[in-house]
């Protein structure tokens, strides 16, 4: 066997030097809809005209397995954690303006992973990860840039969030600077234009993550008319105002898409989509035929609209039945980017890029919903329980789902098809009732509360969720501080706190 010649090892490194050189980091799109729900989009039956997610969808994978958390602030900390309420002290409610209350800083977030991987990195739209201090601002987390709004929802036009009669003020921020809103324009299309613009300027030859937190579609109720002239079939006034709003959303995704595709970034681009939670059915949302909506541990709550796209995808045109949580998006992205982990605290969720493009089988076998010490105790413990039952909590184990305490609203709602008419499929449970269990592969609307019947694998689930429990740090839910009352900082919400 003759030896390799010198010339021929060194082109064969060389060879292999400009493969790597040449593995390209894809450009990552995530785009966070808000008060998303189930039964809001096409390819779930809807009656709302979606066809850019559609589209988009099909072309790529649609997670049908996949969970959110039941409410805003905890979805996005999630998110940009990659770990549980229980382990960053948000598991009670949401993050409120007045609260001196923020995601803390003990472990990098998603922003400042890929930035160190050598993004760069942009958020557009919705915080409501905390601002009491300028410190929790998203530029000195990661985000190189930031246009959009720090709290929790605002009037879609005027950019105003108001609490009482007392506590109002205007939200709108580029980077650091307070923005004077421009009249008249809705921020669906305000958000559309200004990442549209940032893309037709972007250097390409720099990987991109592009953070779209659309204030879409959460309440108020506000949409130009030109989307609802379709609708004027929807016969329920709040229904109809939020399918407009619902393709002003989807009509803003495909002008996004197709500015990445005029600047021939779209190839290298992988675009995540995903809503916050469940539908609000007093907004117009719906999350048929799902239990519960928005804020209930119920599926209509937590289980998620989210698909990927993007041409590294292996197996695309696929629907994935696999489970997939909101914290598995940060080692998930991460190891896209090819970044490290490095310095991060434990991480609960699982890199998921091989189920996602490959269909492989999901690393996640367990998946806790939350575990909140602050909401009231109902009814009695159940003898012998490792777990406090009577405290709202909720815990998946491969198809199996155990659900304690407070849950909240357990009713299944279809589509709304009058004014005032939700035909609501009430929950008649007893209210001193704190105990579920679901086989969820064979029953996804919970519809049948098998605890009675399996009370070996009842006190397994709850011994799962008493194991993670004493992994909890304390819950920080402050009272409001009247030093946040924007009349004590020119009519802006911002930091108030040194």
Not at 30 to 55: Q, R
Request: charged share 20%.
């Amino acid at each position: 066997m003759t030896k390799p010649s010198f010339l021929s090892l060194t082109a064969f490194l060389l060879l292999c030097s400009v493969k790597i050189v040449n593995a390209k980091q894809p450009h990552i799109l995530f785009v966070l809809a808000d008060d998303y729900g189930y039964n809001d989009i096409g390819y779930h039956g809807s009656e709302i005209k979606t066809p850019n997610l559609d589209k988009l969808s099909a072309e790529g994978v649609r997670l049908e397995n996949y969970y959110v958390q039941p409410i805003c602030t905890p979805t996005r900390s999630q998110l940009m954690s990659g770990r549980y309420q229980i382990h960053t002290g948000l598991q009670h409610s949401l993050i409120w303006a007045p609260q001196p209350n923020a995601l803390p800083r003990d472990s990098p977030i998603l922003s400042d992973k890929l930035k160190e991987a050598g993004y760069s990195t942009h958020a557009v739209g919705k915080w409501h990860l905390g601002f009491y201090k300028e410190e929790y601002l998203p530029n000195n987390r990661g985000f190189d840039t930031f246009y959009g709004y720090l709290a929790g929802s605002e009037d879609y036009y005027t950019k105003t969030l108001c609490y009482g009669k007392n506590f109002c003020g205007k939200d709108l921020r580029d980077n650091f600077k307070i923005v004077e809103p421009t009249p008249d324009e809705y921020s669906t299309e305000m958000y559309n234009n200004h990442v549209i613009d940032m893309i037709n300027q972007y250097n390409s030859s720099k990987p991109m993550f592009l953070y779209l937190a659309l204030q879409a579609v959460h309440s108020p109720l506000q949409v130009p008319s030109r989307y609802t002239e379709q609708y004027a079939h929807i016969k329920n006034h709040n229904r109809r105002i939020y399918a407009g709003m619902v393709s002003a959303m989807d009509e803003a995704i495909g002008n996004i898409t197709a500015a990445f595709q005029a600047k021939g970034m779209w190839d290298d681009t992988i675009m995540v989509f995903s809503t916050d939670n469940g539908g609000e059915i007093l907004d117009g949302g719906n999350n048929w035929p799902l239990r519960g909506w928005k804020r209930s541990l119920w599926e209509g709550g937590m289980h998620g609209v989210g698909f990927v796209h993007g041409k590294a995808l292996q197996k695309k045109g696929k629907v994935s039945s696999e489970l997939i949580h909101v914290t598995d998006w940060y080692p998930t992205l991460v190891g896209l980017a090819g970044g490290s982990l490095n310095g991060t605290k434990p991480l609960d969720g699982f890199d998921q890029w091989k189920t996602i493009s490959e269909g492989a089988k999901s690393p996640r076998e367990t998946l806790l919903h939350n575990i909140d010490p602050l909401t009231k105790p109902v009814g009695n413990r159940l003898e012998n329980s490792p777990f406090d039952n009577r405290y709202r909590a909720a815990l998946r184990w491969r198809d199996w789902k155990v659900v304690t305490g407070s849950p909240g609203n357990g009713s299944w709602v279809p589509v709304p098809t009058a004014s005032n008419n939700f035909n609501i499929d009430v929950d008649t449970d007893d209210p001193t009732k704190n105990l579920w269990l679901f086989n969820i592969a064979k029953d996804p609307v919970e519809r049948n509360d098998l605890s009675p019947y399996y009370p070996d694998l009842v006190m397994k689930m709850l011994t799962k969720l008493q194991q993670l429990n004493v992994t909890s740090v304390p819950c920080v839910y402050p009272p409001y501080d009247n030093n946040s009352n924007p009349e004590l900082h020119g009519g802006w919400w911002g930091p108030w706190e040194k």
